[in-house]
């Protein structure tokens, strides 16, 4: 059950990583006045 | 210290979370989207605590919006790192946000059309610099280009017509004026130059810095 509840939470925390990744890729980051470099391959 | 940073982190955490759930080869972009993330985090901790000492949260909460959401659209200047974008940003947030705030008394007795002026001065703006992408994310297509114009002439209008339609009386419609005009100014050279300029006044001595931001400052012109 833990494993099960532990592998849901690392799932949701990659989900919410991809999409802030996928949606600052193309346009100005929520950084406002600095802007990471994207990763190479995406 | 030394060794920590925002970049650091967010790409450790990132590394971890693609372990984690078996995407080793997704590291790099879920580590790209933790630093957003966790730098945004940080960001704003810093400003709501400046902002609760000042007793500015409601303005600045107000500002935030209104620029995050333009300032997405239309792009504009930028630091060359995240500390210093991160002081940069706070001073400014805070500065504007105390400033209406303090201001607002007198500025309720100016009739509408100073409003409409602040308007008319910021939409011209827009309409000239935008939008503007960040130099290692460069527009894609022409057509991406003119869609993001198009997106920010409408945030602009829409955020416009809703001070207007609150007048002068209204602390929200002078935050969304003194927002829109602040981004604005972060489209033209003279804020190019202003940001540069805070850029090597947090970083005295370090040619490196001057070097990457008068290379900014190139391409925008």
Known sequence: MLKLLTRAMYSGAAAVFALVAMTNIGTTSWFMMYQPDPPKKY | ?221
């Open chain 2, 1 to 221: 210290m030394r060794g920590i940073s925002i970049h650091s982190l967010g790409y450790m955490v990132g590394a971890h979370i693609a372990k984690k759930v078996d995407q080793p080869d997704r590291a790099n972009f879920l580590g790209y989207g933790a630093e957003i993330l966790i730098g945004g985090i940080v960001k704003l901790a810093v400003l709501f605590l400046v902002s609760a000492v000042l007793g500015i949260v409601i303005e600045a909460a107000l500002l935030l919006a209104v620029i995050a959401v333009v300032r997405t659209l239309s792009g504009g200047a930028h630091c060359s790192a995240y500390y210093r974008c991160l002081i940069t940003s706070v001073l400014v947030f805070t500065t504007l946000g105390y400033t209406i705030k303090t201001m607002h008394p007198l500025m309720s007795l100016l009739p509408s059309a100073a409003l409409a002026g602040i308007i008319t001065l910021y939409t011209y703006l827009y309409w000239g610099y935008a939008p503007q992408a960040p130099l290692n994310k460069p527009f894609k297509s022409k057509a991406a280009e003119t869609d993001f114009r198009c997106y920010t002439l409408i945030a602009v209008f829409s955020l416009s017509l809703i001070a207007l339609l609150l007048g002068t009386e209204s602390l929200t419609s002078w935050i969304i004026a003194g927002g829109l005009l602040w981004q604005a100014f972060t489209l033209t050279p003279a804020g190019h130059g202003f940001i540069k300029f805070m850029d090597v006044l947090l970083s005295p001595g370090r040619e490196e810095v001057k070097n990457n931001v008068e290379a900014v400052n190139k391409s925008h012109v």
